[in-house]
């Protein structure tokens, strides 16, 4: 078969609608291999530039959402290769791993009708598990088990034989098993509910410890690495009634409850965002405050780094 290659022109305008259509589900599945939003939006910016400069070059043997997740896939391989020989981490990551960010909800709630693949963003719970993977594992197993790639597909894109991407593939599954929830439905974005929107407006609202305790499991924990967990209703309930000048916002983020805070220092003129707060809820109470702390989890959701009172 021969492929009519496109005038400069074309091609230019070519590239720039199929990065369009498919900017957002390539996001997400940036967001899968990096951890976090910001990386993931150095890794896009990236994605579009090698793509530029290879877009002479682009056949149309793939599609061009192919194209362009081959292209954000090596470069995340390329930038991560001093990291294929680390030691795996030991412990649960969301407690001493600060790398992994929330997705907010409303990077994905945009244009819908015409993004459906980019609903397909996953719980934290599997973010964190995939952090346990080593990089070439990480790229196998969120092409082949989130994304649908064949072991051939993924053969090609990561330059391997088919039995060495399966063999990727089998490896990443073993340790996946022992990180994330072992149903594989439990991986995708929940679905918020109304009752979870409720239970987040009183988290925000609450300030004394009669008002907070009452929404607590008596497990809950707080995650916010660098710092150790706070675990256990009596604990969590005192480290949130500290008398501190916050100002909060509801959000989502991977399709559970999420607080976006700033707060104001004593002597301080502005309110700095300082962390979001993603919950996990169960049987109407908090079991899990997943605390990602950086004005750059806060600006991931398009909000300012200062508020000004």
């Not at 969120?142 to 089998?170: F, K, M, Y």
Request: hydrophobic letters at 45%; aromatic letters at 8%; proline letters at 7%.
């Amino acid at each position: 078969m021969t492929v009519r290659r496109k005038a400069p022109s074309e091609q230019d305008a070519w590239l720039q609608d199929a990065y369009d259509v498919h900017r957002r589900d390539l996001h997400a599945h940036c967001y899968r291999l990096a951890g976090n939003v910001a990386d993931a939006n150095d890794l896009m910016q990236e994605t579009f530039l090698r793509a530029w400069r290879a877009r002479d070059r682009f056949q149309g043997r793939a599609s061009a959402r192919t194209w362009l997740y081959r292209i954000a896939t090596n470069l995340f391989l390329d930038g991560r290769k001093a990291a294929e020989r680390r030691t795996l981490p030991v412990g649960h990551i969301l407690e001493w791993s600060t790398p992994i960010g929330p997705y907010p909800d409303e990077l994905l709630t945009e244009d819908i009708e015409s993004d459906l693949g980019a609903q397909e963003i996953v719980e934290l719970a599997l973010i964190a598990a995939l952090m346990y993977l080593p990089p070439r594992q990480r790229a196998a197993f969120v092409l082949r088990d989130v994304n649908g790639w064949t072991p051939a597909e993924i053969a090609d894109a990561l330059g391997v034989a088919v039995s060495a991407a399966n063999s990727l593939i089998q490896r990443a599954r073993g340790t996946i098993r022992r990180h994330a929830p072992a149903d594989p439905q439990d991986w995708r974005r929940p679905t918020l509910t109304a009752e979870d929107r409720a239970i987040l407006r009183r988290y925000a609202e609450a300030t004394d410890p009669e008002s907070i305790r009452i929404l607590l499991a008596d497990d809950v924990r707080i995650t916010m690495p660098p710092e150790p967990a706070v675990v256990g209703i009596d604990a969590v309930t005192e480290f949130l009634a500290r008398p501190l000048d916050w100002r909060t916002f509801p959000s989502s983020a991977n399709g559970r409850p999420a607080l976006v805070n700033y707060l104001r220092r004593p002597g301080s003129p502005y309110y700095d965002g300082l962390v979001v707060d993603v919950l996990r809820i169960v049987d109407r109470r908090i079991v899990e405050i997943n605390a990602f702390v950086g004005a750059h989890h806060v600006t991931a959701f398009r909000m300012p780094a200062t508020l000004v009172p």
